[in-house]
């Protein structure tokens, strides 16, 4: 089976998807990836969802809600950032987005004259690093090779910084049978109370939620669709009873089950 991720190789989310299967190809952006497992041209796609510093990756999020897919595993990778570059001497610290907010406090106190480029992954920053003396890079120490030096390891802000990972698979193959189970929902009505409405039927079963965020439909201002993580499996009857719940309320809008899945850690 073949994974595909966001490229190119050497960046941690190539680290994740080499847990799900040995051939990994990569794409340039997560949308790019979920889209390609949505149409049927990847079995296994792996996506970043949010990291415990930085918090969520709304591109992921958002091309849920554009792309029927289903989640069959959530991998959890400790991030350990290095800086990689030719020499002690450079002027630029590229990297991903995510990567340079995760590094803030250290390239501030150390770099504080460097120009930050955020560009498509870790590993391209690591690229640039190569190719060009002026630029250091933020990734994995492993990645430095033979042509990189490591200037520091470790400079993530928080030592216990990780991310949360997805494997995701065609609709077709969405499970009810996890220990996690997610969702999105689109209520098609506003009124006071609503997101109330929405979490209650979880309390009222003892159903903890581990993650609710809104994210904003981009039709009109104001408008949003809530993406909700749970901590069980939709084949208990308590999950089901609650989803049914979730589904009532938004008759007028829509529920994707995202499906269930089980949580492991990837180094």
Same mark, same amino acid.
């Given at each position: 089976?073949?994974?595909?991720?966001?490229?190119?190789?050497?960046?941690?989310?190539?680290?994740?998807?080499?847990?799900? *299967? $040995?051939?990994?190809?990569?794409?340039?952006?997560?949308?790019?990836?979920?889209?390609?497992?949505?149409?049927?041209? !990847? %079995? #296994?796609?792996?996506?970043?969802?949010?990291?415990?510093?930085?918090?969520?990756?709304? =591109?992921?999020?958002?091309?849920?809600?554009?792309?029927? &897919?289903? @989640?069959?595993? %959530?991998?959890?990778?400790?991030?350990?950032?290095?800086?990689?570059?030719?020499?002690?001497?450079?002027?630029?610290?590229?990297?991903?987005?995510?990567?340079?907010?995760?590094?803030?406090? !250290?390239?501030?106190?150390?770099?504080?004259?460097?120009?930050?480029?955020?560009? *498509?992954?870790?590993?391209?920053?690591? =690229?640039?690093?190569?190719? $060009?003396?002026?630029?250091?890079?933020?990734?994995?120490?492993?990645?430095?090779?033979?042509? /990189?030096?490591?200037?520091?390891?470790? @400079?993530? $802000?928080?030592?216990?910084?990780?991310?949360?990972? &997805? *494997?995701?698979?065609? *609709?077709?193959?969405?499970?009810?049978?996890?220990?996690?189970?997610?969702?999105?929902?689109?209520?098609?009505?506003?009124?006071?109370?609503?997101?109330?409405? /929405?979490? %209650?039927?979880?309390?009222? #079963?003892? @159903?903890?939620?581990?993650? &609710?965020?809104?994210?904003?439909?981009?039709?009109?201002?104001?408008?949003?669709?809530?993406?909700?993580? @749970?901590?069980?499996?939709?084949? %208990?009857?308590?999950?089901?009873?609650?989803?049914?719940?979730?589904?009532?309320?938004?008759? $007028?809008?829509?529920?994707?089950?995202?499906?269930?899945?089980?949580?492991?850690?990837?180094?």
């Amino acid at each position: 089976m073949e994974v595909l991720t966001l490229g190119p190789e050497g960046t941690y989310s190539h680290r994740a998807a080499s847990a799900v *299967a $040995d051939e990994v190809s990569f794409a340039e952006s997560m949308t790019a990836v979920i889209e390609a497992v949505a149409s049927g041209e !990847y %079995e #296994r796609g792996v996506v970043p969802v949010e990291n415990s510093t930085d918090g969520s990756v709304n =591109e992921s999020l958002d091309a849920f809600a554009e792309y029927d &897919v289903a @989640i069959v595993r %959530e991998l959890i990778t400790p991030i350990r950032h290095a800086l990689l570059a030719q020499g002690p001497e450079f002027s630029v610290v590229a990297s991903h987005a995510q990567a340079l907010a995760q590094c803030r406090n !250290y390239l501030d106190e150390n770099y504080p004259n460097a120009t930050l480029e955020a560009v *498509a992954s870790t590993a391209r920053g690591v =690229e640039h690093a190569r190719e $060009d003396a002026a630029v250091a890079g933020i990734g994995h120490p492993d990645n430095a090779g033979d042509d /990189l030096t490591v200037i520091a390891e470790d @400079i993530q $802000d928080q030592s216990s910084n990780a991310t949360r990972f &997805v *494997a995701i698979a065609p *609709a077709s193959q969405r499970s009810e049978a996890g220990s996690k189970s997610s969702f999105i929902v689109y209520p098609g009505v506003d009124y006071p109370g609503l997101l109330l409405e /929405l979490l %209650e039927p979880f309390a009222d #079963r003892d @159903i903890n939620l581990t993650r &609710v965020e809104s994210r904003p439909t981009g039709e009109r201002l104001g408008d949003y669709v809530f993406h909700i993580d @749970i901590a069980a499996g939709l084949y %208990e009857e308590r999950a089901a009873a609650a989803l049914a719940e979730i589904e009532a309320i938004a008759e $007028d809008g829509w529920v994707r089950r995202l499906g269930s899945y089980d949580s492991e850690t990837v180094l």
